[in-house]
């Protein structure tokens, strides 16, 4: 069964340190997501791409974090410099059809000390 | 600002029971909406879809959807201890926005 897949499962980084994450979304998925969850929260979306394209960053704090799909699949979110209220589960998701209905990977466990 | 409520629980129903599990938004204009299970520690996991008014059936899971209430909601018939989990309801249309969750407890 096909699988979003994401890297790296957990990560521990000190504040001021720049920390990324990657996604790999379901083969032929043309959306992909990137949210963030706090615990006890329900998920935030950071930033929603169609094919290369952003569709969807209003919630994404641009001054630290940035998001990219260079060739339409696999993408990359970044947070330089990381602070202790990052902390939290960052999770990718994809989409494809017409049905919106989004498939997780799952997610990377992010700690700032 | 578009907003999606859930009663955050705990919901505790004993084994066997239904469970209903409700989520009320805000966005008139909102046409689909998921139903998540998570567990804790994990991701979430998509159990139905809906996208217009009534009801919608899948094995023991059944959704509603009332556009004119802004009422979604999710049965779980004979509920068994494995549907202990956090449930959660998102709005599909943009903003895409999810609820806070339920968190459902079966007791054996």
């Known amino acids: 069964e096909a699988e979003v897949a994401q890297s790296p499962r957990y990560k521990i980084t000190e504040k001021s340190q720049a920390v990324a994450f990657w996604c790999d979304p379901i083969s032929g998925h043309a959306t992909l997501y990137w949210y963030r969850q706090i615990l006890g929260q329900g998920p935030e979306l950071l930033v929603q791409f169609q094919d290369e394209s952003v569709v969807d960053d209003s919630q994404l704090p641009k001054d630290r974090f940035s998001a990219e799909r260079l060739k339409g699949v696999d993408s990359t979110l970044k947070i330089q410099p990381a602070e202790l209220g990052d902390s939290a589960m960052y999770l990718c998701?994809?989409?494809?059809?017409?049905?919106?209905?989004?498939?997780f990977g799952p997610g990377t466990r992010l700690t700032v000390t | 600002q578009k907003e999606v409520e859930q009663n955050s629980g705990p919901l505790s129903v004993p084994e066997g029971a239904i469970a209903s599990l409700n989520c009320t938004y805000s966005d008139r204009g909102s046409q689909s909406f998921f139903w998540y299970r998570q567990y804790s520690g994990k991701s979430p996991e998509l159990i139905m879809s809906i996208y217009s008014n009534g009801d919608k059936e899948d094995g023991r899971f059944t959704a509603q959807l009332n556009k004119a209430s802004q009422y979604v909601s999710l049965l779980i018939r004979d509920s068994q201890p494995s549907d202990s989990a956090t449930y959660l309801c998102?709005?599909?249309?943009?903003?895409?926005?999810f609820g806070k969750g339920t968190r459902l407890s079966v007791i054996a």
């Open positions: 998701a994809s989409s494809g059809g017409l049905s919106n209905e989004q498939y």
């Open positions: 998102l709005s599909g249309n943009t903003p895409l926005v």
